[in-house]
């Protein structure tokens, strides 16, 4: 039985496994347990093999490409206009076949274990820094019910918690608390630090993340997240195709010969699109004090636009630098007449 793909609908511990031939007729369509997966395709004779990119789906990526077989990923929301009937596993794994074979779909690229340990860092960090703000909300609230209240920043929360203990002029239940608040704090400050470090190492230790540090508006978080995330961009043709992926252009709503551009579309990868406008808008603030042609485009758009409107063109652009960097493997000029994109 000569199969043209076999496709997979991953879930935790159930896995449905349809094999389709040359005519896209299914040969099988079975459950298999987790620990049944792998034995199961080690005994398919080679093949393409086709997941959506989702849960799970890169370690399994991996485990199926040692063993030979052309493994491929599929964005999840390519494949759901093609299941008929009601949604059920079976169902969804003879539509990852189908819409697998479309000529146009772009498949994702299966992330190395290092690479998803950076992207793991980055989730991390993102959680920290949220429980970072919410103790130190909480600390304050809590705080001005007794009087205490202090400037915001962060030496000024430290010095804010340092200056109750050992105070007489409060209670020992009191001080106990913020003792308790103070180390976590300090152990989350510690934590992210460590997050940092990281990132800073495996940036620094590859051509690819010199070249993004080399970029205005791009620092260690962000150079470390587009690595992790997209390696060199080979799974884009073009830098307007990343700045598409990125969500970061315009929605547009035709019918006929009328045509309207809304907002920016905001698809794919939230975290790094964030990131981006982030690294944007510190860019266009600095504009002023700088000569740089980014920031002198900054500033003429400045005339006309407002701030966020320029941070997100600005986040468009640093798309595109990158993309084009980072394909030819070099890094940003002054006046970079050869890589000049246009906006």
């Known amino acids: 039985m000569k199969l ?13 496994a349809c094999g389709v031939n040359e005519r896209m007729k299914p040969q099988f369509n079975t459950r298999l347990k987790r620990d049944q997966l792998l034995d199961f395709i080690r005994q398919q004779a080679l093949t393409m093999v086709v997941m959506e990119a989702c849960y799970s789906s890169h370690y399994w990526g991996r485990e199926m ?22 949604k059920n596993d079976h169902n969804d794994a003879f539509a990852i076949a189908e819409a697998s074979q479309r000529p146009f779909i772009r498949f994702v690229p299966i992330k190395t274990e290092h690479q998803q340990e950076i992207c793991c860092l980055h989730r991390i960090r993102e959680r920290l820094g949220k429980n970072k703000v919410a103790l130190s909300n909480q600390s304050r609230g809590l705080l001005s019910e007794f009087g205490v209240v202090f400037p915001c920043g962060h030496a000024a929360f430290l010095h804010g918690l340092t200056s109750i203990i050992d105070n007489p002029q409060y209670s020992h239940r009191l001080q ?14 510690n934590r992210l630090k460590r997050i940092e470090k990281q990132l800073t190492e495996f940036v620094d230790g590859c051509e ?11 620092g260690v978080i962000n150079a470390s997240a587009f690595l992790a995330s997209i390696d060199k961009g080979q799974a884009f043709s073009s830098s307007k195709e990343f700045a598409v992926w990125l969500g970061l252009t315009p929605k547009q709503h035709a019918s006929g010969n009328i045509s309207k551009m809304g907002g920016i579309t905001k698809r ?22 700088s000569s740089d042609p980014l920031a002198l485009w900054a500033m003429k758009l400045r005339v006309t636009k407002p701030f966020n409107k320029v941070a997100v063109a600005m986040a468009h652009r640093l798309a ?8 030819r493997q070099e890094h940003y000029r002054a006046m970079p007449a050869s890589l000049e994109v246009s906006a």
């Open 4 to 16: 043209r793909t076999i496709t997979i609908d991953l879930a935790k511990t159930e896995f449905q």
């Open 65 to 86: 490409a040692k063993l030979g077989h052309d493994v491929k990923l599929i964005p999840a929301q390519h494949v759901t206009p093609f299941v008929r009937g009601n």
């Open 176 to 189: 106990d608390m913020v003792i308790d608040m103070l180390s976590e704090y300090k152990t989350t400050i």
């Open 208 to 218: 690819s993340g010199r070249i993004l540090l080399s970029i205005p508006g791009i």
């Open 268 to 289: 794919g990868d939230r975290y790094l699109r964030k990131q981006l406008i982030h690294g944007a808008r510190a860019l266009v603030s600095r504009a002023p004090k």
């Open 320 to 327: 595109r630098l990158i993309w084009v960097l980072l394909t």
